[in-house]
């Protein structure tokens, strides 16, 4: 598993930690999604091929899925700080993507390009609150946490 330091806010200085690559796998699954979403996009209003997005997508996932696996192991991690800080940007993601997802339906986007725009919209919504909470948190003093 690729690492990449973060320096480990602490009082009397700063010490390098490991930190699994959970943003940089965030921010590859966003532009998976994002070229996913312009092919898409660019049929509006007609009928996309789906291999295509359809590939991504599923790429953007795995991604994203990997990312939050890594996440959840970590120990001694600013978990109250990620949640925090997740839980408002989410909020506003959410709110976005769904009124991206209003002009797909608005458009009379229907059937199985509507499921994979809204996956790679939900997809969207999750990678971006994780980036941006992870890396405030990386660089906040970990809460020790056991198991």
């Known amino acids: 598993m690729s690492t990449v330091t973060a320096p480990a806010a602490t009082g009397a200085g700063t010490a390098a930690r490991a930190v699994p690559p959970v943003a940089e796998l965030a921010t590859a699954s966003l532009a998976l999604i994002v070229v996913g979403g312009v092919v898409m996009a660019a049929y509006v209003p007609r009928k996309p091929p789906l291999a295509l997005p359809s590939v991504l997508l ?10 939050v696996v890594l996440l959840a192991r970590l120990r001694d991690f600013a978990f109250e700080k990620f949640f925090l800080v997740a839980k408002w940007a989410l909020l506003a993601y959410v709110i976005s993507a769904g009124m991206i997802e209003f002009a797909f339906v608005k458009n009379h986007t229907r059937g199985g390009p509507l499921v994979v725009v809204t996956l790679m919209l939900v997809t969207f919504a999750v990678d971006i609150p994780i980036i941006i909470a992870f890396t405030v948190a990386r660089f906040a003093r970990g809460n020790a946490t056991s198991g």
């Open 58 to 67: 599923a790429l953007g996932a795995l991604l994203t899925l990997t990312g």
